[in-house]
């Protein structure tokens, strides 16, 4: 269908507004570097922008061009969420072993070398999976960053009298803006609304682990916060009054690969999750 042009502003603002002038493309360049900076400034990215920005171009100098700045952006934001999974998968594993190396020492069919060797490797893929979590959780920066590599490519075009080029530069840029610029991304949308419909759910399994805490002898098996986390976890998982409460804790969030594991070791990690957020809380 056609379209009709809107009457003309008298001031140029580097917008394009369906008039018949296009924008100035130096307004245009200024608008963007003017929304790079805010969203740096509102997001509260680290380094301050004079050295958010220098850094940028230090690794563009090295990269020399904004699309292999970008490739190897995202590749690297990729392998970190592999490492993650990886990390995530060996501390279920080590859950799974101390659990079982447990059960096998209340039995009598191990010694206690066996058990706190279990036990130091679940403490060892915790602080493996811990190493990985502050990575994974850079990408909308790393979205700003692409941004300004592309502003550059196209102001370097622009000075060169390539004015489509840098155009086609503005364009990946706006891109790449746009993820970092939106009031509440995707991911973000979905946290909050997880933490809303989970309050409930982490409510009741507070109050399950204070129940079967009671059952907890206090000896030298208590080797620190990781193991009681570990036995209470274990002992709410084989609670068949709680069970309905695990289905429920693995339904919120499907794609959490930790939902996959066995019950027991599921609820440790949120368990721990849950403290460590609490002592942050705390600290703060």
Request: charge should be positive; aromatic fraction near 8%.
């Amino acid at each position: 269908m056609s379209t009709t042009y809107a009457p003309t502003r008298s001031r140029d603002t580097g917008r394009y507004d369906s008039s018949e002038r296009l924008p100035d493309i130096e307004a245009l360049f200024d608008r963007t570097l003017n929304q790079i900076q805010h969203i740096h400034d509102t997001r509260k990215f680290s380094p301050k922008f004079d050295h958010f920005w220098s850094s940028v171009c230090d690794n563009l100098k090295e990269k020399r061009n904004a699309s292999a700045y970008a490739k190897w952006r995202q590749d690297a934001s990729i392998r970190r969420k592999r490492r993650y999974k990886i990390a995530q998968e060996e501390l279920a594993k080590a859950w799974e072993k101390m659990i079982r190396t447990e059960h096998e020492m209340h039995i009598g069919v191990t010694d206690t070398e066996r058990r706190v060797t279990a036990h130091d490797a679940v403490t060892q893929a915790q602080v493996e999976r811990d190493k990985t979590v502050t990575a994974v959780s850079l990408p909308l920066s790393i979205a700003l960053e692409i941004a300004i590599a592309y502003w550059i490519e196209g102001q370097n075009a622009y000075l060169s009298n390539d004015t489509l080029r840098a155009l086609h530069c503005l364009i990946e840029a706006h891109f790449f803006l746009g993820i970092v610029h939106s009031p509440r991304t995707e991911s973000e949308a979905k946290s909050k609304a997880g933490r809303q419909s989970g309050k409930a759910i982490r409510d009741a399994i507070a109050a399950a682990a204070l129940e079967v805490m009671r059952e907890i002898k206090v000896d030298r098996s208590l080797q620190g916060p990781d193991f009681l986390l570990g036995k209470t976890a274990h002992l709410i998982s084989i609670n068949p009054a709680y069970s309905g409460l695990l289905e429920a804790l693995g339904n919120l969030n499907p794609n959490d690969t930790s939902a996959q594991w066995n019950a027991s070791d599921h609820l440790a990690q949120k368990l721990r999750s849950w403290v460590q957020k609490k002592r942050l809380r705390t600290k703060s």
